[in-house]
């Protein structure tokens, strides 16, 4: 049943070459991937050279003791030099680093050369409150450049910083700010979102009456709503910072010196603190932008939507793009503030020529309906990414053809937090995508998929994703415990990374994922991929987004249940309806496919990544009390689908 759905996804034979004129004049080219095939070591040496090096390196990968690795070991390097100061020197300070757009409309456009300056005089502030080289400073602020600031500005003097996503509770920083002893916060009065000012401190405030350690907590002013203040800890970013010198010398530090830890949104246990050092971590963030995004500095604009408390916003927003001299845009606030074309308004501002965003903000604007972007010009974009969940083959079209006008490339890239840059991708200038496949591993990266018995599976086969080979950019370790990191990552598949993945390769040895294997639904003895029903239910034309779940079933093992959210004209009272979707699953994927109950919902509970949190679904599904739900996005969802229920339950 795999093969044949996948094949099903695969049957209209939708491929797309890249444009002539972008293969013509691409970054990369097909010849990296022999290149690094030839000599995979070799290739990571020359992109390290992508870097400027206080201390060249000569030793490349240390894999002594695995899997513990150093990379560039011997070299010397500093982080925030190679994203900002570097730039200046060549001549380039006048470039815009960062074109701000503040929700309520204001912004503000940074050169390099006052980048420059801004990180210089918050190192020199960091340094006046006691912060050394080897420790951590937890940073909990809104999508203000000062976010961006704050990490290089760490990164310069060698300490590490731990980025806490702004919408996180008191809570969780706690939690991680002890987790990571951290000595000093960085945070703001508020941000705005959705229209309003919404605060930020009260959450640090309330925090820190649970940890010790923090000796001082510098407020950035952004809304200047009342904030409650303790003195002696609480500064004013404007007033320290402000008055310190614009010159600071930056020191060289070891390639393994930590960069950053940042606490993965793990949906059991404690979070894990995936660690982060310079020299590889950079190399990486710093070659993938460059290839995956064909980025020009001199031309492009370039935007990731993401938000700098996760992984995608470290290395898409602050390491890779200004390693390589980009000008980007950082928007602050929500894609529907003040109007649903918010995103295509910035776009066509700023002439957005990259745009990096996410399948479930691609679902959202489906949803919200074709003639919205359609309103705006968005003939500057050329490339055209997605991150941070499978994307459905019919997101992935509508997002080329109505963002893309049917020209731009997309790609899909895979990677984690725990990868530190991406692994899996096509590249704009060589790769034939087809939509729905994030294809292969980029060159210099090995990955395939395994069976039960870590035997790699033929082309057509399906199974789980591995890693076989040290990648620069990888996690060094959990922070503070080694253990737990060769259990969660190295103890499945003998000396291989398993990343929680499950994937298939196609008749071209493509690879499709297919989420994470604790997703993956057992029905009557067949493996079934959430994705692939989820897939073909939003295939059918009444459906927005789907979530499907197994839930526990008698006769079958696992029973399929679908959440959906029908799109506007929908009727969700129609029973002919849901026995349309089941019908239509099953043309689509196999009978074996057909979900049991399909419960049209008005939302769906998600993360604030905007991952789908199933687990509290299967909860809903079988009828319990639904689990821990400090993660998502907004609580009051997993109410309004459970208010829903009585309706839906019975059986249809
Ligand atoms: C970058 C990021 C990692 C998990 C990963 C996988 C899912 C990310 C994906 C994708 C399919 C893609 N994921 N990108 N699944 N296709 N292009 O999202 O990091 O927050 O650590 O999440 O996200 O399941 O294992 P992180």
Redesign the pocket.
């Known amino acids: 049943m795999s093969n044949e759905s996948l094949a099903n996804l695969l049957k209209e034979e939708r491929r797309f070459a890249p444009p002539a004129d972008l293969a013509a004049n691409a970054n990369v080219t097909a010849e990296a991937y022999e290149q690094a095939k030839a000599d995979r070591l070799g290739f990571w040496a020359e992109q390290a050279r992508r870097l400027t090096w206080a201390t060249e390196p000569t030793e490349i990968l240390d894999w002594s003791n695995p899997p513990f690795a150093k990379w560039f070991a011997d070299g010397k390097l500093n982080v925030a030099y190679n994203c900002v100061d570097r730039h200046v020197e060549a001549g380039n300070g006048d470039r815009v680093a960062i074109h701000f757009e503040g929700e309520p409309g204001d912004s503000r456009a940074i050169t390099y050369a006052e980048l420059k300056d801004e990180v210089s005089r918050a190192a020199n502030a960091l340094t006046e409150l006691g912060v050394q080289a080897g420790d951590r400073v937890a940073v909990y602020l809104p999508m203000i450049p000062e976010a961006v600031i704050s990490m290089l500005a760490c990164a310069r003097i060698g300490a590490a910083h731990s980025v806490v996503f702004g919408g996180f509770s008191a809570d969780a920083i706690a939690t991680r700010i002890q987790d990571a002893d951290a000595k000093v916060v960085i945070t703001a009065d508020g941000g705005y979102r959705r229209g309003k000012p919404s605060a930020l401190k009260p959450a640090v405030d309330d925090a820190l009456t649970r940890v010790d350690g923090v000796a001082k907590v510098l407020v950035v002013k952004r809304t200047e709503q009342d904030v409650a203040w303790t003195e002696g800890r609480d500064l004013w970013w404007h007033e320290v910072v402000g008055r310190q010198s614009a010159e600071h010398a930056p020191q060289a530090f070891d390639a393994e010196q930590p960069l950053f830890i940042l606490y993965?949104?793990g949906t059991t246990g404690k979070p894990k603190g995936i660690l982060h050092t310079s020299g590889g971590y950079l190399t990486q963030a710093s070659y993938t932008h460059h290839a995956v995004f064909d980025l020009k500095p001199e031309t492009d604009v370039y935007w990731c939507t993401a938000d700098i408390g996760?992984?995608?916003g470290h290395s898409y927003i602050t390491y890779g793009p200004l390693s390589n001299g980009a000008t980007q845009v950082i928007y602050e606030g929500t894609p529907d503030t003040p109007h649903q074309g918010r995103f295509w308004e910035i776009v066509q501002k700023y002439g957005v020529s990259i745009l990096y965003t996410a399948p479930t903000a691609i679902r959202t604007f489906m949803k919200w309906g074709d003639d919205i972007p359609a309103k705006f010009d968005l003939s500057s974009l050329r490339v055209l990414g997605?991150?941070?969940?499978?994307?459905n083959p019919e997101a992935w079209v509508w997002y080329r053809k109505n963002i893309g006008a049917d020209t731009c490339p997309v790609v899909?890239?895979?990677?984690?937090?725990?990868t530190g840059a991406i692994m899996i991708s096509p590249l704009p200038g060589v790769t034939e995508t087809k939509p729905g496949s994030?294809q292969r591993a980029l060159p210099g990266i090995s990955a395939t998929v395994v069976d039960d018995e870590a035997n790699e599976v033929p082309n057509g086969g399906g199974g789980y994703l591995v890693l076989t080979e040290p990648w620069p950019s990888m996690l060094r370790t959990i922070w503070g415990d080694d253990q737990r990191f060769i259990d969660t990552y190295w103890s499945r598949f003998e000396g291989k990374y398993f990343?929680?993945?499950g994937a298939k390769k196609d008749e071209d040895g493509d690879i499709w994922?297919l989420?994470?294997v604790d997703d993956v639904m057992l029905v009557s003895g067949h493996n079934i991929s959430t994705t692939e029903v989820e897939s073909a239910l939003v295939s059918h034309p009444a459906v927005a987004e789907a979530a499907v779940v197994g839930a526990a079933d008698e006769t079958t093992g696992q029973a399929i249940v679908a959440f959906v959210i029908l799109r506007g004209s929908a009727n969700a009272e129609d029973e002919s309806l849901v026995s349309d979707l089941r019908n239509h699953v099953g043309a689509t994927l196999g009978p074996i496919a057909k979900p049991k109950r399909i419960l049209p919902v008005a939302e769906l509970p998600k993360t604030r990544?905007g991952?789908i949190m199933r687990r509290l679904l299967r909860d809903v599904a079988e009828n319990r009390a639904v689990g821990d739900v400090t993660t998502l996005a907004d609580s009051s969802v997993m109410d309004l689908i459970q208010a829903e229920l009585p309706a839906a339950s019975s059986e249809d």
């Open positions: 993965t949104s996760w992984v995608t997605s991150v941070g969940e499978p994307i899909d890239t895979w990677w984690q937090t725990e994030a990343a929680g993945d994922l989420g994470r990544s991952k």
